[in-house]
């Protein structure tokens, strides 16, 4: 299954003297002769500023265009199967008229939050005539509408294959005389179908940038690398592709994101400027080959002359939502960054918050032997413990009071839903008394974690898919009848359950005449060991570097990690956890 989807934005049309307009049929020649034998499907995909000041007169202008560009297509192609998806850009608003109660609003507008029914309607009613056309010319289930304000998603199936096109409305909050940093987008309103796809992309009008930072920027950036590996944007008229690879991901991960700007298909400015880009998707392949055309006219002839073309590997980034295209809560993602206390770095700007995932290292474990008696341990390092964890089905990690038990719970959730699986977390307190309450507790569990994901839709998963991470498992009911009903549940349930807790549960697991008849015998069971002296100079090594800007060289770097490093020897114990380490580093 390959696509081929030709990126067109900021074509701003005025009136029907438009010189563009005379350039449809070699628009409609240029991605036409992108048509390999391979190609399922074409995608014209205006990426906003279709028009230049929201009127319907240059919306009608704009169907004209584009069905001049479909015609030319199909006239070398008659069986070129052409699907149109179309997002707002700023121009695409209507301003005239009295904007000062919308200005107002917009103001008071809470980053990343939806505002009131009554205040949405105000601060849409630009986009007016957008919709009329949108919802006309490309339908509901194609464009951002008024049946879908802030978000929507588009399936293109071939066979067992799928390709998904998230489309965002980033002009929702456009104003005449915008700045970066003026926007915000409201993330609750990213809600995916649940149904599995093979490859996303994410179009939007507005580069990241413009997005209030950093408290709307890096959310929405963060939220568009889990949910897409390409992400198409305009509005800067520059046609280019950058490649971003954080140093730094959850679970120690980085995750590549491929950022294409489209260009300008019509500069009012300087008319002799037309350009656009066509990328082509292999979607089994995981392949993307992203070119540049840029028209050109020669001795009374036309065409568009190809100024840039390559070939880049799609991440597996598209799949982090989980099996079921499962989507988190924006407070669950801000209970699984949450380190446990605020931290700042003293060469970072304080207003961006330190995530756990930012400093975190898995401790090295200890694991009792199948007598569970000590004699034959062995050490699982910090660099495989989530796999290590992840690939057994009945797991239980013992530790110290302040060894970082939540912490290793929470990374283990989002290493398992970085996998590709869907996993809960539940504490022992909170978990019922008996196993039917256990499942409503469960059902609950999901409408908290998860935005798009029912709880009918997370029981029909395949059991492999599913896990369940349990903090403070010794506060779960102490009585073996009950807790032996309540692990079987868990077990009923999910492929593979972790259970976290204080080392009391070692204990409790031993005592009996028959030990092995222990409720948690059968479980792998791992202890939590301190910091050793490579982990703590690698910590120290991460948490330097999270100065940004100011991070030293090599070797001022490597001089620093052995200062630090001889000041945690002296002062702290062995058992030490990343979090006290870090609170040494910052107090």
Not at 110 to 126: C, D, F, I, M, Y
Not at 415 to 424: I, K
Not at 439 to 466: C, M, V
Request: charged share 25%; proline share 5%.
């Amino acid at each position: 299954m390959t696509i081929l989807l030709a990126q067109l934005g900021d074509i701003h049309f005025k009136g029907d003297s438009d010189p563009v307009l005379a350039r449809a049929p070699q628009l409609g020649a240029a991605i036409s002769a992108e048509l390999s034998a391979d190609v399922t499907t074409v995608v014209l995909a205006l990426c906003g500023d279709t028009a230049f000041s929201g009127t319907k007169q240059q919306f009608q202008i704009a169907r004209g265009f584009v069905e001049a560009i479909e015609t030319e297509i199909r006239r070398r192609n008659a069986s070129a199967s052409i699907r149109r998806v179309i997002v707002p850009g700023n121009h695409d608003c209507d301003f005239s008229g009295d904007q000062e109660a919308r200005d107002f609003m917009l103001t008071g507008i809470k980053e990343n939050e939806v505002p009131a029914t009554s205040v949405r309607n105000l601060v849409l009613a630009p986009l007016t005539e957008y919709f009329v056309f949108a919802r006309e010319f490309v339908g509901d289930a194609n464009a951002i509408t008024e049946a879908h304000h802030f978000y929507v998603a588009v399936d293109i199936a071939d066979g067992d294959l799928k390709l998904r096109l998230h489309l965002l409305n980033t002009a929702w909050m456009s104003s005449i005389h915008e700045q970066p940093g003026s926007i915000h987008f409201p993330l609750s309103e990213i809600r995916p179908p649940v149904e599995p796809v093979d490859c996303s992309l994410a179009i939007l009008h507005h580069p990241t940038h413009w997005f209030s930072q950093p408290h709307a920027m890096r959310p929405l950036r963060d939220r568009l690398a889990r949910l897409a590996s390409v992400v198409l944007v305009n509005h800067e008229h520059v046609p280019e592709a950058t490649e971003q690879v954080p140093l730094f991901g959850r679970d120690g991960g980085a995750t590549k994101t491929l950022y294409v700007s489209g260009g300008v298909v019509q500069e009012n400015s300087e008319p002799e400027i037309c350009n656009f880009v066509t990328l082509k998707i292999d979607v089994a392949g995981k392949a993307l080959q992203v070119s540049r055309f840029e028209y050109r006219a020669n001795n009374g002839k036309s065409f568009f002359e190809r100024t840039a073309d390559e070939m880049v590997g799609l991440s597996e980034n598209e799949l982090n939502m989980g099996p079921a295209g499962a989507s988190l809560t924006d407070s669950m993602i801000e209970f699984l960054d949450d380190p446990g206390a605020p931290i700042t770095h003293p060469n970072r700007d304080p207003r961006i918050p330190v995530r756990l995932a930012d400093m975190f290292l898995y401790p090295d474990l200890w694991e009792l032997d199948a007598d569970h008696d000590g004699s034959d341990q062995k050490q699982v390092k910090s660099q495989n413990v989530s796999e290590e964890v992840l690939i057994t089905p009945k797991v239980l990690i013992t530790g110290g009071e302040k060894s970082g038990r939540t912490s290793i719970v929470k990374m283990l959730f989002m290493a398992a839903f970085d996998a590709g699986r869907v996993p809960v977390f539940l504490t022992g307190a909170e978990i019922p008394k008996n196993g039917e309450r256990l499942r409503k507790k469960i059902r609950d569990a999901i409408k908290e974690q998860y935005s798009n994901l029912s709880p009918d839709a997370f029981e029909q998963l395949e059991k492999a898919d599913r896990v369940v991470l349990v903090d403070d498992v010794h506060r779960m009911a102490s009585t073996a009848s009950v807790r032996q009903e309540l692990l079987d549940e868990l077990e009923r349930q999910f492929g593979t359950v972790v259970l976290c807790g204080d080392n009391l549960i070692k204990l409790d697991e031993m005592n009996g005449r028959d030990a092995r008849n222990s409720n948690l015998w059968e479980y792998r069971h791992l202890i939590i060991v301190g910091f050793g002296e490579s982990l703590r100079e690698q910590f120290v090594r991460q948490w330097l570097m999270l100065g940004g800007d100011t991070v030293p060289d090599d070797e001022t770097l490597a001089a620093e990690v052995d200062r630090i490093c001889s000041l945690l020897n002296d002062g702290t114990e062995t058992t030490g956890t990343a979090l006290s380490w870090t609170l040494t580093l910052t107090g």
